[in-house]
């Protein structure tokens, strides 16, 4: 399952980050084997979170979006609402990742 949107230029994404909801956002490449290893994991947090959106930003396509929010690894995951970043976690970190869930989402 992909729940993901994926974007088409920096307007589209700066609509997205600036919604009233809480928005995810995964940057990472085609080839980012720690996106891979971690899809599992992030397929079961759109399950249990059906109020945000899910964003993917391919950061060799977009490098005008992963420059603006200075993403230097893959994978990067932020979180956004009303245009403003709530959280950052760089890497695969599950109890981080899910730690900010519980705080953003609840």
């Known amino acids: 399952m992909d729940r993901f949107l994926e974007l088409k230029n920096i307007s589209e994404f700066k609509d997205l980050i600036n919604q009233d909801k809480i928005v995810f956002v995964q940057f990472t490449t085609k080839m980012c ?22 964003v993917k930003v391919y950061v060799d396509q977009h490098t005008d979006i992963a420059s ?36 953003l989402t609840d």
């Not at 992030?42 to 959106?53: A, G, S, T």
């Not at 993403?71 to 900010?100: C, R, W």
Request: charged fraction near 20%; proline fraction near 5%; charge should be negative.
């Open 68 to 103: 603006e929010y200075n993403v230097t690894t893959t994978p990067n995951f932020m979180f956004f609402k009303k245009g403003q970043k709530l959280d950052e976690i760089a890497g695969i970190e599950h109890n981080q990742i899910s730690a900010a869930f519980a705080s």
């Open 33 to 54: 084997h720690p996106s891979d290893m971690i899809k599992g994991y992030i397929d079961q947090l759109i399950e249990k979170h059906p109020n945000v959106v899910f």
